[in-house]
T-cell receptor
Framework: AQSVTQLGSHVSVSEGALVLLRCNYS??????LFWYVQYPNQGLQLLLK??????LVKGINGFEAEFKKSETSFHLTKPSAHMSDAAEYFC????????????FGTGTKLQVIP | DAGITQSPRHKVTETGTPVTLRCHQT?????MYWYRQDPGHGLRLIHY???????DKGEVSDGYSVSRSKTEDFLLTLESATSSQTSVYFC????????????FGEGSRLTVL
């Protein structure tokens, strides 16, 4: 079985401040990990993903995430928040091998304060 | 653009009526999924398909059925809609390769009165 826990359903940061959205996962096999972003009234779009190799992955819009196996974490960061980053962010896990069921976390809404 | 179209985008219906949501893709992907999104629950998998006429249940499949008679279309049916099925429904396809990346449609907002 696999699962995802996102700490904090709402996070507020000031414009220009560091963004840190937390994600911990559980998986019985080596995982593939994803962050998706959802803007209001839209579907989800991929922000970044980790499959194998380098544990620090970079995504679109200046976001990055680091896979830490020992901590079973995949936290999302951005050095400087922009107003356009206000959205809901979802962490997801898929098993590496065989059929890949994708399990999503409950989401974190990011508010950026001017 | 992954070429996913959901219809209808918005629907209001009454308890006990049947509802069918359609997901259409233009890129011939094998895997297709139906998720529902509810506040506090994130996205939960309803059903998925791994080929024509090949479907399986997800974690919240009760009250839903699906059909896939051709590669490009994946239908989600609520045989008798209930208020607990008021939600936003997303169709997704899995990209080629082995990494599980999903592409989503824009969603269908269903309200059951």
């Amino acid at each position: 079985a696999q699962s995802v826990t996102q700490l904090g359903s709402h996070v507020s940061v000031s414009e220009g401040a560091l963004v840190l959205l937390r994600c911990n996962y559980s998986s019985s096999v080596p995982p593939y990990l994803f962050w998706y972003v959802q803007y209001p009234n839209q579907g989800l779009q991929l922000l970044l993903k980790y499959t194998t190799g380098a544990t620090l992955v970079k995504g679109i819009n200046g976001f990055e995430a680091e896979f830490k196996k020992s901590e079973t974490s995949f936290h999302l960061t951005k050095p400087s928040a922009h107003m356009s980053d206000a959205a809901e962010y979802f962490c997801a896990v898929a098993s590496s091998g065989g059929y890949q069921k994708v399990t999503f976390g409950t989401g974190t809404k990011l508010q950026v304060i001017p | 653009d992954a070429g996913i179209t959901q219809s209808p985008r918005h629907k209001v219906t009454e308890t006990g009526t049947p509802v069918t949501l359609r997901c259409h893709q233009t890129e011939n992907h094998r895997y297709m999924y139906w998720y529902r999104q509810d506040p506090g629950h994130g996205l939960r998998l309803i059903h998925y398909s791994y080929g024509v006429k090949d479907t399986d249940k997800g974690e919240v499949s009760d009250g839903y059925s699906v059909s896939r008679s051709k590669t490009e279309d994946f239908l989600l049916t609520l045989e008798s809609a209930t208020s607990s099925q008021t939600s936003v429904y997303f169709c997704a396809i899995r990209s080629g390769g082995d990494t599980g990346e999903l592409f989503f449609g824009e969603g269908s907002r269903l309200t059951v009165l």
